[in-house]
């Protein structure tokens, strides 16, 4: 049910849009669902307040102390639904509601988009969507509205990033590719960080994961920075919608890294690949380079680097990298891979099938790095790294795109997990899975492509003997090229009739 409301309200959104860009048109419908969401919320426990004879509905301190956002009058849905959507005025006003909740809740100032007056948006389109939004069924039966709204923005910034396609990649990565980085890690409490965290996807997962495994929010601590003004607005508003008391900040976090002393347990992160305008000229004496200075024109290992100085005395991360930063020999890189490895960081890699992305059909893969490998907390795999090779799973959901079933996740981070636990049951699976010794890892020179190592896949003996096989073959062949020159004959034969000989 809550399926079909993504797609027909998306379907219904899409056609209001008109002629106008996606990457423009996303800040104004998610926008808009983020003042549904907050002046639901706001109702909910106003209508409570209402009817406890000794509170103020109107006072800001009883929605502060509920974590729940004050919504001035003139900013509440009903309002702007009911008394303004048919107006050609509801571009302005609903700037100015996003304007009166940014004074009223300082959290949000400088968050919420304020550009709905502009001349170019159609205000009959936009009291349209206004209709749509506060007219689907939010409150459907067994449903929050907290939890529908939540769901509904996170499908459209899905759709906005296939939309979008390259630049959608910048602010958005795929479902199935967190849902497998966050199942794989496990975050079950402590502090979580991405340095690169686009709309806040990262931490919606790793939220959805504790409450699935009966978990409580308050169980971690959330870390973020983005340097892109507008995706760190979607990334706010996004986890304000999931009630996560995110501390995300803006800007550059190689130049600028506004969380310096966090050492964080868990690390899940997508940065951009192959970055070569990162400013790695003015970074050549970093402390962070503890394993070798990175290329100017690359970024890939001064993020992995970046990301092992943030992890805490047990921390792990999961990192999504391009596929040639398992290979590189370009400047250092190749030395810095192998001083990761031999520090035994490096815990398992895994290889990505193609087109799960939008942004991009360069191959990926994930690795997986932990600051203590012979901590209390797993086994000792000091010596052995885990590879896995995924790249036959998927399943097409269009023409272009492909995603990770929950099988496809299941089946991998089950494989981690049965190697890296203690009660694990791990066994080598050819074509899929390897235990390499780090003494094989050297033999390959330090590349950490999962092909090299898991072998391929084992085809079944069909009991067939191999002459036989042979002789069936012959046979055929046989019969193919009979047919074939019978089939000459004929054309020649049937050709002379009309006069023309070959």
């Given amino acids: 049910m809550t399926q079909e409301l993504e797609k027909t309200l998306w379907a219904t959104a899409d056609k209001l849009r008109n002629n106008m860009d996606a990457a423009e048109y996303k800040h104004i419908v998610l926008g808009l669902i983020f003042l549904k969401y907050i002046s639901d919320s706001f109702e909910d426990l106003y209508n409570r307040l209402k009817e406890d004879k000794l509170s103020n509905a109107e006072d800001k301190d009883e929605y502060l102390a509920e974590n729940v956002f004050y919504v001035p009058p003139s900013a509440r849905w009903n ?40 001349p170019s948006l159609d205000k009959k389109r936009l009291g349209e969507l206004v209709d749509l939004i506060g007219n689907v069924g939010f409150k459907q039966e067994g449903h929050s509205s907290k939890d529908l709204l939540g769901r509904v923005y996170e499908y459209f910034l899905g759709m906005f990033a296939d939309a979008e396609g390259k630049r959608g990649g910048q602010f958005y990565t795929p479902e199935s590719i967190v849902k497998l980085l966050v199942e794989m890690l496990e975050p079950y409490n402590g502090r979580i960080y991405d340095g690169c965290c686009g709309s806040g996807g990262m931490f919606v997962q790793s939220e ?27 990334a706010k508003m996004n986890l304000a919608i999931r009630g996560i008391d995110a501390k995300i900040e803006l800007g550059d976090t ?21 970055i070569s305008d990162w400013g790695g000229e003015q970074l050549q004496d970093s402390h962070m380079w503890k394993y070798g200075v990175p290329p100017v024109g690359n970024a890939n290992y001064g993020w992995l680097q970046l990301f092992i100085n943030k992890l805490s005395p047990t921390g792990t991360a999961g990192i999504v990298l391009a596929n040639g930063s398992m290979t590189t020999n370009a400047g250092t890189e190749n030395e810095i891979r192998k001083q990761l490895i031999t520090e035994g960081l490096v815990d398992c890699m ?6 799960l992305f939008y942004n991009t059909q360069i191959p990926a893969c994930l690795w997986f790095l932990a600051r203590n490998r012979t901590n209390h907390k797993f086994r000792n795999r000091s010596g052995e790294i885990l590879f896995i090779d995924a790249r036959k799973l998927g399943t097409m959901t269009s023409r272009k795109n492909k995603i990770l079933t929950d099988a496809d996740i299941a089946q991998i981070s089950e494989a981690y997990h049965n190697w890296r636990n203690k009660e694990g049951n791990y066994e080598d699976v050819q074509g899929f899975c390897k235990s390499a010794s780090l003494a094989e890892v050297e033999a390959n020179n330090f590349v950490l492509t999962p ?30 090229f009979e047919q074939s020159i019978t089939l000459q004959n004929r054309i020649k034969n049937n050709l002379s009739k009309v006069g023309i000989e070959i």
Avoid: C
């Fill in 208 to 234: 959805k994961f504790l409450k699935a495994h009966g978990g409580r929010i308050g169980d971690i601590a959330v870390y973020g920075q983005e340097s892109n003004p507008t995706t760190y607005k979607l």
């Fill in 79 to 118: 309002y702007l639904q009911h008394q303004r959507a048919k107006l050609p005025s509801i571009g302005k006003d609903i700037d100015d509601a996003m304007d009166a909740i940014e004074k009223d809740n300082p959290t949000l100032k400088g968050v919420l988009p304020k550009d709905y007056a502009r």
């Fill in 350 to 355: 895994v290889a990505l099938p193609t087109q």
């Fill in 451 to 480: 092909g090299r190592y898991v072998g391929t896949e084992e085809v079944e003996d069909d009991g067939i003997p191999y002459e036989e096989k042979v002789a069936t073959i012959s046979q055929n062949l046989k019969g193919y």
């Fill in 254 to 274: 190689f130049h600028n890294d506004k969380h310096k002393d966090l050492k964080a347990d868990y690390i899940i992160a997508n940065p951009p690949f192959n």
